[in-house]
RNA sequence: GGCGGCAUAGCCAAGUGGUAAGGCAGCGGCCUGCAAAGCCGUUAUUCUCCGGUUCGAAUCCGGAUGCCGCCUCCA
């Protein structure tokens, strides 16, 4: 079997081979640390969340790295504005965001590294590319000269000569060229600053990211992941630094997810419209959240609404259901998964760039299959198990119906008593054995009117809260 | 102006040359005291439109229309 993927950097599927046989080392952009993580964050992060996993279920070795930009005219604006210290704010927000992607079970990164702790690296990239030519300085400021790499705009599929430099925003006319871009900025009184051979200053945008991943990975690693958005212009600068400084190339694959849309309309500051992911977690369960960003192919627009996220929950009540019903009954043959139909079409769509919206409808057909062999009373047990195993390694490589299932339906309980449920059922069902319809069904109007749903089963009656 | 993407059933969404996955909703049935859950059947002779290539196209090519993104330190 093969693993192709999507590169952007020549517009293809492409057949996956890493540099290094039976290891990945891959860096996926994290946030700029300035406020809470919105939806589209999450997306991003459960994204390569689901690559890491799905490449080591794969037996890739991986190295992951995720980084965190922790110095940046953003954080120091906001800082700004609220009468904060920069480097309290965002290490207020690394906080926040590992709350919300740790209740969205997003896997820690192998590195995580934050650009104040690689500084000394960063200089030494600025130094090296001033010394090659690459940049040069004009008031303690270093800019990158684009004109010195020539394949500047392949990433993206840009020319130079093509772009309107400048049509929409001022161009700083001490620049060279209208796309030169800073890799290291003199600092303002008050701003954080280290001394560096060009005077006191900060990293410019893009180079903390080349600086970072090469001193974890090496100048040549496997994938590059971020938001599509990341493609031009911080990529195409990525590359050019990097490429510039080592003479080799930067990165083999490079992954983009799409953008998450909010009732159809793109986040923007203009429509103050940022969901973030606290207040999603407010509503939604995590994994339903999970459900809903890879029910779509990661390259793919997706649009949340309340009625996509509906749906999301119902299909994650669906699998829990099937597993709920499976507890105590038939375990999961997990040793025996490699041998499964359903797990090798799983593997075989998920080897085709990553297609989950595929792998979650092979995850369903495995739920029919499963239901209709226990529907059967004398199915084959081991054909169960197996389902079983399958089921639950799919679940694992998504993370989605990760837990147990009797905690998913008791989770969904906000405002109900668990104890008070679970005496009217015992009512319902005496009234049941004595025939009493009537008060067996008053007793089940209480508890729908508490939106409880009960479902009747051989070994007993259990319940869940209603959609 | 430059670059790129997308248009598949009521809705969401896979499918990149071989005769339309999956989920939600709907309808009919089985099961059930009645339900719920589950299962079965049904729901696109058809994939925005028009041409072309091919034995054969949702899938490739050309064109049209519509929507969207990037070129703004937005994932």
Known sequence: MTLRVYNTLGGEKQLFEPIEAGKVRMYVCG?????YCHIGHARSVVVFDVIARYLRRRGFEVTYVRNFTDVDDKIIRRANETGQDPGVLAARFIEAFYTDMDALLVERADHEPKVTEF???????????????????????VYFDVTTFESYGKLS?????????????EVDQR???????????????????????????????????????????????DIHGGGKDLIFPHHENEIAQSEAASGRPYVKYWLHNGFVNINHEKMSKSLNNFLMIRDVLQRHYPEAVRMFLL????????????????EASAKLTRVYTLLRRLTGRTPAAADK??????????????????NTAAG??????????????????????????????????????????????????????????????EDLIARRTAARKARD????????????????????RPEGTVWRMAD
């Open 119 to 141: 500084i000394q690296p960063i200089i030494d990239l600025v130094q090296r590319l001033v010394q090659r030519g690459n940049a040069y300085t004009v008031d303690g400021d």
């Open 437 to 456: 319809w009537a008060e067996a069904d008053r007793l089940r109007d209480e508890l729908t009117a508490m939106g409880v749903a009960i479902e009747d």
């Open 157 to 169: 599929g840009r020319r130079l000569e093509d772009m309107e430099a400048g049509a929409r925003i």
């Open 31 to 35: 946030p700029t640390v300035y406020d």
């Open 175 to 221: 620049k060279r060229h209208p796309h030169d871009f800073a890799l290291w900025k003199a600092a303002k009184p008050g701003e954080p600053a280290w001394d560096s051979p060009w005077g006191r200053g900060r990293p410019g945008w893009h180079i903390e990211c080349s600086a970072m991943s090469s001193t974890l990975l090496g100048d040549t690693f």
């Open 360 to 421: 979650i409808g092979t995850l369903f057909e495995a739920v029919r299959a499963t239901n209709q062999l226990l529907d059967a009373g004398n199915a084959d047990q081991g054909e169960i198990a197996l389902n079983h195993g399958a089921i639950l390694r799919m679940g694992q490589v998504l993370g989605i119906a990760t837990g147990d299932a009797e905690a998913y339906f008791k989770s969904q309980a906000r405002d109900i008593d668990p104890a008070r449920v």
């Open 337 to 354: 998964v490699d041998g499964s139909p359903f797990w090798h079409r799983f593997t075989a769509e998920m080897d085709d760039d990553f």
């Open 295 to 310: 029910s779509s192919h990661y390259r793919s627009p997706i649009d949340f609404t309340p009625e996509a996220m509906a």
